[in-house]
């Protein structure tokens, strides 16, 4: 996969420390990674790297809302999510992402791209159950929540409940015939 320019940060000019880095990511970057599960994003990223003489430590922290469609209705509506991930930077001989809180870089790499950690934290941090906050209280109206309200299960009644198929009763004595 092509890496994105933009998540892609060059370390070695850096000094030993921490440094901040700001990004706004949009439905766009989601386009890049061919996930179509938010209709639109609208998140704020602070990646912050501790730079060691050894290591990198990584910490993105995000929030935001992206638009979901409910599972229920269909309907699209904003879900606000938030979420942190820690990663360490090592190097090594040749480049391993296996473990995905540590990466190993080759020795003499002076940049890193930390895409494929903020596409996935960012999309691990969307409940799996999407349910619009108008089902929950009651205000969204919908033509297919009238349509499930009407397809719903009808409760018996006690009347109901009283009389029993007349095939099950005979079964019941043959329990009762191996009793005595």
């Not at 599960?37 to 501790?50: H, M, P, T, Y």
């Not at 090594?92 to 903020?118: A, C, K, M, R, T």
């Not at 205000?139 to 309200?149: A, D, F, G, H, P």
């Not at 109901?160 to 099950?168: I, M």
Request: aromatic share 10%; glycine share 4%.
């Amino acid at each position: 996969m092509k890496e994105l320019k933009e998540f892609t940060i060059p370390f070695i000019g850096l000094k030993l420390g921490e440094h901040t880095f700001d990004f706004k990511i949009e439905k766009a970057f989601f386009e890049h990674f061919e996930y179509d599960e938010f209709n639109g994003a609208s998140i704020q990223l602070k990646v912050l790297l501790d730079k060691k003489s050894t290591l990198l430590e990584f910490s993105l922290d995000f929030q935001g809302p992206v638009n979901v469609n409910c599972d229920i209705t269909n309907e699209p509506f904003d879900h606000d999510i938030n979420g942190k991930y820690h990663f360490v930077v090592k190097f090594g001989d040749e480049y391993n992402d296996e473990n995905e809180e540590l990466i190993i870089v080759p020795h003499g790499s002076h940049e890193v791209n930390i895409q494929q950690q903020v596409y996935e934290s960012i999309v691990l941090s969307v409940p799996q159950k999407r349910i619009h906050p108008g089902v929950a209280d009651g205000t969204l109206k919908s033509e297919i929540l009238e349509k499930l309200e009407e397809l719903k299960p009808k409760l018996r009644d006690e009347s109901e409940e009283d009389t029993t198929d007349p095939r099950w009763d005979e079964l019941k004595k043959l329990l009762t015939d191996k009793n005595i």
